[in-house]
């Protein structure tokens, strides 16, 4: 099995920039999609973006389209969220997650991180 832990939370400006990683160990020679997910104070989890073990697909949110853009290097076994434009309502725990098959609902995904808090000031 996978395990994963996300990095590069923290606090930033409206209008400013974050990058999120996402480190796999374990079975990382499985063949796997990769998810980011977040979930704000009080509201449910929600789909972000979400990119296929080739790397040749991506998926995003409307929400973040044009802002955030999904990638992975597999020989580092690591994944990223590049988040630009960055907004107050994208205040929120970021998940990254694993599954067997690219999806965007959230309980398809096998294994998930602990977490990183993005925080986003007006």
């Known amino acids: 099995q996978v395990q994963l832990a996300e990095s590069g939370g923290g606090l930033v400006q409206a209008g400013g920039s974050l990058r999120l990683s996402c480190a796999a160990s374990?079975?990382?020679?499985?063949?796997?999609?990769m998810g980011w997910f977040r979930q704000a104070a009080g509201k449910e989890r929600e789909f972000v973006s979400a990119i296929t073990w080739s790397g040749r697909s991506t998926y995003y949110a409307d929400s973040v389209k044009g802002r955030f853009t999904i990638s992975r290097d597999n020989v580092k076994n690591t994944v990223y969220l590049q988040m630009n434009s960055l907004k107050p309502e994208d205040t929120a725990v970021y998940y990254c997650?694993?599954?067997?098959?690219?999806?965007?609902?959230?309980?398809?995904?096998?294994?998930w991180g602990q977490g990183t808090q993005v925080t986003v000031s007006s």
């Open positions: 997650a694993s599954a067997t098959l690219v999806s965007v609902r959230p309980y398809e995904y096998n294994t």
């Open positions: 374990g079975r990382t020679s499985s063949r796997y999609a």
